[in-house]
């Protein structure tokens, strides 16, 4: 029996055992339930919690769910060697600010990974005498800015009931790398927050730049507009002021014709023969006047069939340039909404045509003309544009002739074909010439070196040609030699050569 005794006494000790195990095991995994909690009380809706609430939060943990009777976190002053409160919890006023033992912090360095004081070997560790706690477990937290110290256990003197247990070091220092993570989250995100105010900042000005931006270049797009619609008035008025000139040499021909025709005689040939009667037929058959009245009446026939002749010349031509000027007006009316008349024209024809509005003021000067009109195939163009341009030539070459003498004055015309669907007008003259530094200035806008002059034949003829889809050029071998400006046409004016834009320049 004593046997049977002993086997029972043996598996109540082992029974007795295994509960105690089976208590421990459970009061081991209560503890680390109670971390795991504080652990996620940490963890949620913290990753943007302020830095300051992180750290008040960690030491709640600590003393409320892991019941230490003291939690701190420090920021280490390694300059000074001094520990400064940042958070703290604990049943006593904690200091804030503590002297650190010297070497304190190079100790901790070399030991990150934590520490706790047995009950038994109890040595006074030098970081606990200077925050006057007896057990507790320490962690330094390594930042970019300041080190943070984490503290956690009880004060001096109450190491007999209270004790820090070996199975917490682990929880402990994994709960401190967490916070460590949160506060470098809570950093990237406040570095983040900045960087988002900054960004939507600086997006701010870059609306408002845009914005500026759009109203300046409105304002540049109305100042343009302007400027082109100046541009086309004074195109215009240019263009109608050429013609006018022709129209009023027309019509002072035709006062000029008007004041010598021989009405007068017709008027006393009348009062002769009135109130003759009867007697008209002896009038004529005895007056010694009678026989002289035929061949009188025959010369004043033809003097003023001669001059109904020369009005008639002149009306037409007078009808030509007001022809002229209507086109010049219509285009310019109709420039906003249609693209220019395009039709087909002989281009030596085209050059006659500009000559006879232009005649009277090269007659003036009686200035000798030469053609050169080499074959060429018509061209598809905008006639009443060529003819701006052509008159506009032949203006300049008139006052450029104007200065040399009388006998050397001449004008030469030409029509040649060029390659690529191309063909040259060019004008001649053998006046005053340009100098190389003038010719760079020639198409200038306002650039003029007459007293009367304004600037804008040349300028506008430019645009006109390249609105043609051609090009105007100018050549002159200096002073005295004279001048040619060649006009090149494309053979056929293409939609987007038949450009709208006054803004063109050369
Ligand atoms: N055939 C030419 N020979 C010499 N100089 C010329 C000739 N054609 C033009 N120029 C020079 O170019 C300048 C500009 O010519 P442009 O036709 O643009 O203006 P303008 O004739 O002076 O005045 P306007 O605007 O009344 O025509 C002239 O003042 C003149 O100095
Ligand atoms: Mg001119």
């Known amino acids: ?44 809706n913290l990753s943007r919690a302020g830095k300051g609430s992180l750290l008040e939060q960690w030491v709640t943990a600590m003393v409320d769910e892991l019941t230490f009777q003291v939690a701190a976190v420090h920021a280490c002053d390694a300059a000074t060697g001094k520990l400064l409160l940042r958070a703290g919890l604990a049943q006593r006023e904690l200091a804030a600010e503590v002297v650190a033992p010297p070497g304190l912090f190079e100790k901790l360095e070399e030991t990150p990974c934590g520490f706790f004081a047995r009950r038994s070997s109890h040595p006074n560790h030098p970081l606990g005498e200077a925050l006057g706690l007896g057990m507790f477990h320490w962690l330094l937290l390594a930042g970019p800015g300041t080190s943070l110290l984490l503290t956690a256990g009880f004060v001096s003197g109450t190491e007999e009931f209270r004790a820090v247990e070996a199975q917490d070091l682990p929880h402990f220092l994994q709960l401190g790398r967490h916070l460590g993570a949160l506060l470098d989250n809570a950093r990237l995100f ?48 240019h263009n109608v002021g050429n013609a006018l000139n022709s129209i009023n040499v027309s019509v002072e021909i035709l006062a000029e014709k008007l004041s010598s025709l021989e009405v007068s005689g017709v008027r006393r040939v009348g009062a002769l023969l009135a109130g ?21 009446l025959e010369g ?63 007659n003036q000067l009686a200035i000798q003309i030469e053609r050169d009109y080499a074959d060429v195939p018509r061209v598809v163009t905008d006639r009443h544009k060529v003819l701006q341009i052509l008159v506009n030539l032949l203006s300049n070459a008139r006052q450029a002739l104007s200065g040399t003498a009388s006998d050397r004055r001449k004008l030469r015309l030409g029509v040649e074909p ?14 005053v010439g340009i100098s190389a530094e003038n010719r760079e200035r020639l198409f200038r806008f306002g650039y003029t070196t007459r007293p009367d002059g304004h600037g804008f034949g040349l300028h506008t003829s430019a ?23 060649v006009l090149e046409l494309p053979l056929e004016l293409s939609p987007s050569g038949a450009g709208r834009s006054s803004a063109a320049r050369t």
């Open 190 to 237: 406040a570095a983040l927050d900045r960087e988002k105010s900054e960004l939507s900042a600086s997006n701010r000005e870059l609306r408002e730049t845009q914005e500026k931006l759009v109203q300046s270049s409105q304002l540049l797009a109305e100042v343009s507009r302007r400027a082109g619609m100046a541009d086309v008035a004074t195109g215009v008025l």
């Open 276 to 296: 003759r009667g009867q007697e008209l037929q002896r009038f004529l058959a005895e007056d010694e006047r009678g026989p002289k009245l035929g061949p009188y």
């Open 300 to 362: 004043l026939g033809g003097h003023l069939a001669t001059e109904r002749d020369g009005m008639r010349n002149e009306v037409q031509s007078l009808r030509r340039h007001v022809e002229h000027m209507k086109a010049i007006v219509g285009k310019q009316q109709s420039h906003a909404t249609t693209f220019d008349v395009a039709q087909s024209c002989a281009v030596s024809e085209l050059v006659e045509d500009a000559l006879t509005l232009s005649e009277h003021s090269l």
């Open 1 to 44: 029996m004593p046997g049977s005794v002993d086997v029972l006494r043996r598996k109540a000790i082992l029974l007795l055992r295994r509960e105690r195990e089976v208590f421990e095991l459970r009061q081991e995994r209560r503890r680390t339930e109670v971390w795991l909690n504080a652990f996620q009380a940490l963890s949620s």
């Open 418 to 431: 060029l390659a690529e669907g191309r063909i040259a007008i060019a004008v001649r003259d053998s006046g």
């Open 463 to 485: 645009i006109a040609a390249r609105e043609l889809g051609g090009r105007l050029t100018a050549h002159s071998d200096g002073p005295g030699t004279g001048a040619t400006f």
